[in-house]
């Protein structure tokens, strides 16, 4: 995981998941709710602009956004868990390519 920005990253799979996902669709995965999750330039600046000229509408604003965000991360996710997506097929491993484990 690295730190940009004071935002935390997933760089590879937790462990747990490792064996589960293939990289390239992870790091496409990463890479797609970085860009849902990135506040833009002009959000930053229109909340400037509404603290200045009228300051009860800036906390209105920018609980707006952070629920668009919120909605385009879910809807990303999303995409990558259906079972019958191209972006899932791309991200899981399909689970005929696990051996069972056997108990000793």
């Known amino acids: 995981a690295s730190a940009?920005?004071?935002q935390r990253r997933l760089s590879a799979?937790?462990?747990?998941?490792d064996h589960l996902v293939r990289?390239?669709?992870?790091?496409?995965?990463?890479?797609?709710v970085d860009r849902a999750?990135?506040?833009?330039?002009?959000?930053?600046n229109v909340d400037v602009v509404l603290r200045?000229?009228?300051?009860?509408?800036?906390?209105?604003?920018g609980r707006w956004r952070r629920r668009a965000?919120?909605?385009?991360?879910?809807?990303?996710?999303?995409?990558?868990?259906?079972?019958?997506?191209?972006?899932?097929?791309?991200l899981w491993v399909p689970l005929r390519a696990h051996r069972p484990h056997t108990m000793s």
């Open 69 to 90: 965000r919120a909605r385009k991360l879910l809807a990303t996710v999303e995409q990558a868990s259906d079972l019958h997506g191209s972006a899932a097929e791309e």
């Open 52 to 61: 200045y000229l009228y300051p009860p509408v800036a906390p209105l604003f």
């Open 4 to 6: 940009e920005g004071g």
């Open 23 to 32: 990289s390239e669709g992870w790091a496409r995965l990463v890479r797609e």
């Open 37 to 44: 999750a990135t506040v833009r330039n002009v959000e930053k």
């Open 13 to 17: 799979p937790p462990a747990p998941l």
